[in-house]
């Protein structure tokens, strides 16, 4: 047994609780918990189960933040509890998105319902040192304008002129949407690339949501002339023990929590079965 397998006690801070079922919780330990964007931690919920979850912030110190959606036994759990509640941390664990390889480049992130989590992290350390890259854009696509994610901060980043900003939901009460002042359109999120002007031979572009999203954007993406290693995608829902000891993570030989989860998309091509 090593130290991985030892939860470190956190106390649960503080709930945003502006999206239904998508809250925001911020955790307290005793000691700093350097979490890079991109890695995640093992989080325990005393007496009921743990799961893994991505930091949705990039802050150093003893904070961790993590955006959860409320599904199945244990989330409901975390839920139901007080503020001051004691909960478990492991990590951090896994390979976050290469930082270094973004300065210089314009970037784009691609968030994918609650793939916008991981991505604000990164978005966070890119706003962090924004002198040192090129255009910024962040195409967002949620089910419906109620839950899309951090609308606040990240309407707020586009009105200073940091972030190139576009939304799109699945479904809205009318057409064109507003939200915050930003438009808002009504469909795919790959068709919002044919919004964005790309600077392919010099953007490098961070992908995270459901498996379906991978499927299209990644090709398209390539389609369009970006560099296949300057192309990266978090395989979060595989994310598992976070040390690559129960083997749930495994593929095409890759432990994706110690390996990953942010692969680009050269090496996604030697990974038969991970998207």
Not at 163 to 175: G, R
Request: aromatic content about 8%; glycine content about 12%.
């Amino acid at each position: 047994m090593t130290l991985d397998f030892v939860p470190r006690t956190a106390i649960l801070e503080e709930i945003d609780r502006q999206v239904p079922d998508h809250h925001l919780f911020r955790f307290r330990l005793p000691n700093a918990f350097p979490i890079a964007p991109g890695q995640f931690a093992e989080l325990t919920i005393p007496g009921i189960g743990g799961f893994a979850v991505s930091t949705a912030a990039f802050a150093a110190g003893p904070l961790f933040h993590a955006c959860i959606r409320r599904i199945g036994r244990v989330t409901d759990a975390l839920y139901r509890l007080p503020l001051g509640a004691r909960v478990g941390l492991r990590g951090p664990f896994g390979k976050g998105f290469p930082l270094e390889e973004f300065l210089g480049r314009d970037v784009l992130l691609i968030a994918g319902g609650l793939g916008m989590a991981p991505l604000r992290a990164l978005l966070q350390a890119l706003v962090a040192r924004r002198g040192e890259i090129g255009r910024l854009s962040l195409l967002y696509g949620a089910h419906d304008p109620r839950v899309i994610l951090f609308k606040d901060e990240l309407n707020a980043l586009a009105r200073q002129g940091l972030l190139d900003l576009h939304y799109t939901v699945d479904f809205a009460a009318e057409i064109p949407w507003r939200i915050g002042g930003i438009a808002c359109q009504v469909g795919l999120l790959p068709q919002l690339l044919d919004t964005v002007r790309l600077r392919p031979e010099r953007t490098v572009a961070a992908v995270c949501g459901p498996p379906g999203l991978y499927r299209c954007v990644l090709d398209e993406l390539a389609g369009f002339g970006l560099a296949e290693e300057a192309i990266f995608a978090s395989l979060e829902r595989r994310m598992r023990c976070g040390i690559g000891q129960c083997c749930h993570c495994a593929v095409a030989g890759v432990y994706v929590c110690r390996d990953g989860p942010v692969f680009s998309l050269a090496q996604l091509r030697r990974m038969e079965g991970a998207i």
